[in-house]
């Protein structure tokens, strides 16, 4: 499964940006995708995860700013960036993993397949 991330850029703080991770997999339904990001020095981190039923989960320093969603017909999960931080300025990374409905992990072992990552970078 290939996965390619887009939609990153540099931003003021306040400001907003979406990213998009995108697939061509015709069994992208089935996969729960997740958001995670890396900053220099730091380790990767989880952001957002949408589950293959639809629910959804979030960091909670993101939680109220971020939104994730997805398109099944377009097999691509988006990631709704307001009110964005210095302490944002990442790159972010989409992930995927085909999962039971009921199954939306959060950790980075979880995840079976990866973007390539995209440079979101907050000033202040």
């Known amino acids: 499964v290939q996965l390619q991330a887009s939609g990153g850029g540099v931003v003021q703080a306040g400001g907003s940006l979406r990213v998009a991770c995108t697939t061509s997999d015709r069994a992208f339904s089935r996969f729960t995708v997740g958001w995670f990001r890396q900053a220099p020095g730091k380790e990767r981190e989880f952001v957002a995860v949408?589950?293959?039923?639809?629910?959804?989960d979030y960091q909670e320093s993101v939680q109220g700013r971020f939104t994730i969603s997805r398109d099944n017909a377009k097999r691509t999960v988006y990631l709704q960036m307001n009110s964005l931080k210095p302490e944002d300025t990442a790159v972010y990374y989409c992930?995927?993993?085909?999962?039971?409905?009921?199954?939306?992990?959060?950790?980075?072992?979880?995840?079976?397949?990866w973007g390539q990552g995209t440079q979101v970078t907050v000033s202040s």
């Open positions: 992930a995927a993993k085909n999962t039971i409905l009921t199954h939306c992990p959060i950790d980075v072992d979880a995840y079976n397949y």
């Open positions: 949408i589950c293959r039923g639809g629910g959804s």
